[in-house]
């Protein structure tokens, strides 16, 4: 575990930390012995992307396809994530925060903190994919490669909507955090996949169907990991990913990326839908962009990402 403190970090709402404290954790060969890849982690995630307790072991690690015997990863805890440091680290006025603001504090933790000149590849997944898209709009030539897996770089209407519904019932539930994982994990799955899985079959013991007393399991394990005031500032992250804010347009904000682009979606993903990212592709196509589209086929909707390992693995070994 690493820790490295930004002083006077000042966020694109205007308001102002005195002494921002960032924790990261580095995996594989020491840093400046060989190539650097920075794992952005999703909404509910951490910096402890591989080793026993990882939870992207499947593609991070000895032998692995992100091989820690061959790079140097370094991941960034989102301030205010809980997974490090104190009470006195959580954000509480999480509505003045937007994406924007990580992706500078990472860069700076790459740029200024490690003093990193060029890096291999950035790799996000789901918000931590929107803010990779951030971070290379902010340092456009600090990456070989932007790899962006089950995001986009904007939050779309849909997107909007459902941070909204997920902020009322953060703000009215009785047990805030545990409902909004239920909804959470509704839109991070697909009917196809509930159908599968459970076939509208009962549990034997509490006579609920098998689907109910899945999403009530997700929603209490995360209640005993999480707290809700991080989960307040993930929702709002998510919410403001926007590379074309204040930069015009999309086209503008990609212009002066260097970078290969790879970005990863999900045929059934209903949260960041392949759609969006098609089009994505077209117009960096059109920008003369370097940029190399794949999909997982997978019923398992936005989550495939993390169930789908020899189909990320395969796209991955293009890169990696």
């Not at 689907?211 to 919410?239: D, I």
Request: net charge negative.
């Amino acid at each position: 575990m690493g820790l490295f403190v930004i002083e006077d970090f000042t966020t694109s709402c205007g308001v102002r930390v005195p002494a921002l404290r960032v924790y990261y954790q580095t995996f594989g060969l020491p840093l400046g012995s060989a190539p650097v890849v920075v794992v952005n982690h999703a909404f509910t995630g951490n910096s402890e992307v591989a080793g026993e307790k990882g939870w992207w072991g499947a593609a991070i690690g000895d032998h692995k396809v992100i091989d820690t015997l061959k790079y140097t990863v370094i991941a960034f805890n989102i301030p205010g994530n809980g997974y490090m440091g104190t009470e006195a680290d959580m954000i509480t006025n999480y509505q003045h925060w937007e994406a924007i603001d990580v992706a500078r504090i990472f860069n700076y933790g790459l740029q200024v903190h490690f003093q990193l000149q060029q890096i291999f590849a950035l790799v996000g997944c789901s918000l931590g994919g929107g803010i990779a898209w951030e971070m290379a709009a902010l340092a456009p030539e600090l990456f070989q490669h932007l790899v962006i897996v089950a995001a986009d770089w904007k939050a779309t209407d849909w997107i909007i909507g459902n941070c909204l519904l997920q902020e009322q019932i953060l703000k009215n539930s009785n047990n805030p955090l545990h409902d909004a994982r239920l909804h959470a994990m509704l839109c991070y799955r697909t009917p196809l996949s509930l159908k599968m899985k459970f076939e509208r079959t009962t549990h034997a013991v509490s006579q609920l169907y098998n689907v109910e007393s899945w999403l009530l399991h997700h929603g209490e394990k995360l209640h005993k990991r999480f707290s809700l005031t991080a989960y307040k500032l993930m929702n709002q992250l998510v919410k403001t990913i926007d590379i074309s804010r204040e930069r015009g347009s999309f086209a503008a904000a990609v212009a002066p990326i260097t970078a290969k682009i790879t970005i990863i979606s999900t045929d059934s993903d209903l949260y960041f839908v392949p759609q969006e990212n098609r089009d994505t592709v077209a117009e960096l196509q059109e920008l003369g962009k370097e940029v190399n589209y794949y999909e997982i086929h997978s019923v398992h909707g936005h989550d495939a990402f993390l169930i789908e390992h020899p189909q990320l693995e395969y796209f991955f070994r293009n890169i990696f």
